[in-house]
């Protein structure tokens, strides 16, 4: 089969691989939607997870089933089906510890395109059928439930570690398409003011359609002073992480109560150690938590989601503005994630075989 990968740090290009085999528990399907993501700019060219050859990129697609194992009991070939970027191995002592992202070891239930063949060749192999895939629901477009695969369950998590509760003032580090779903994950788990921290255009524009209520231009200066002559020095609640590097939480520590969360979504790339101001930290004694975590994954998390598109309390489709068509748009699109103009949100390709 053909398909688009990384050849070493900082290469990619097109490869023939074998199609991959089917386990009595698995399942192989065939992309119908496909998006690239920053993750795999990371992995590339700045080798965040160390090196790799030959390995398959992409973690986020739709895709209609092809083969199932003979264990399988709800998917079949012909089913359309929304392929999380995380696949934890659910019968894992992690996955029953509550921490299904991390089966087999840290970070072990992310696997395409960090430990296997991700999603961008013309047939993926998918680990634990029953308990990874979901059904994509009817009406709802395969491009935009491409968003349920990272960006939107990686966006609200953050929303989810920093603990947000009703009323609280919530910063927003970042308001890439990660970023923008964690401003609408902090929107409905009931915060009342938020600060989203950004300066595209179009960025800014939808970070106030999904209900921020405060820009942030880093352009206009130090975000936490502005953060802080916002808060009448007081500072913010909860704060969410979706850009920026190990500096950025100097800042976040600093503009962060006593008491407060840091939810930390974003994908440290580069970089030894994160930077935390030692007398804003309170000492080491401030009860400045700060929470960092992998997307949960999984079939469940993707019906629940896939029914909030349903019901109108998201809509990710606003993140796409980059639409390609056919499986040999792969390669530009990842291309455009890694340039990344002014005017990108996120790329999409859809496929029809």
Not at 313 to 330: M, Q, Y
């Amino acid at each position: 089969m053909k398909a688009f990968a990384m050849l070493g740090i900082g290469n990619t290009g097109w490869i023939e691989k074998e199609r991959p085999a089917c386990g009595p528990m698995d399942a192989i399907l065939r992309p119908i939607a496909l998006a690239p993501c920053t993750s795999d700019v990371h992995t590339v060219w700045e080798g965040a997870v160390g090196d790799r050859h030959n390995l398959i990129l992409g973690h986020e697609g739709v895709g209609e089933v092809v083969e199932v194992g003979n264990l399988v009991k709800d998917f079949k070939p012909g089913d359309k089906v929304i392929m999380p970027a995380i696949t934890p191995d659910w019968n894992s002592l992690e996955a029953q510890a509550g921490f299904s992202m991390h089966s087999g070891g840290m970070l072990g239930g992310w696997k395409f395109s960090n430990v296997k063949d991700g999603v961008f060749g013309e047939f993926i192999h998918v680990n634990d059928a029953d308990g990874n895939l979901a059904l994509l629901p009817e009406g709802l477009a395969p491009e935009t439930a491409a968003m349920l695969s990272d960006m939107v369950p990686t966006g609200l998590h953050g929303s989810e570690l920093a603990n947000v509760q009703y009323g609280d003032k919530v910063c927003v580090i970042g308001i890439g398409p990660v970023g923008l779903m964690g401003v609408r994950g902090a929107v409905l788990r009931g915060a009342a003011d938020i600060y989203a921290v950004g300066s595209r255009p179009n960025c800014i524009e939808i970070a106030k359609e999904y209900g921020a209520t405060d820009i942030i231009n880093y352009k206009d200066g130090s975000i936490l002073e502005q953060v802080m002559d916002k808060t009448n020095g007081k500072g913010v609640d909860r704060v969410i992480i979706a850009g920026g590097d190990c500096d950025t939480f100097d800042e976040a520590i600093k503009m962060l109560k006593p008491g407060g969360v840091i939810g930390n979504i974003n994908y440290l790339g580069e970089g030894e150690f994160v930077k935390i101001p030692r007398a804003e930290w309170g000492v080491g004694m401030g009860h400045k938590t700060i929470a960092g975590g992998l997307m949960p994954g999984g079939r469940l998390r993707m019906e629940k989601l896939a029914a909030m598109v349903m019901a109108g309390r998201i809509d990710p489709s606003r993140l796409i503005t980059h639409r390609f068509e056919g499986f040999d748009k792969v390669e530009e699109a990842l291309m455009l994630m890694k340039d990344k103009p002014r005017d990108l949100i996120k790329p999409v390709v859809t496929i029809n075989w």
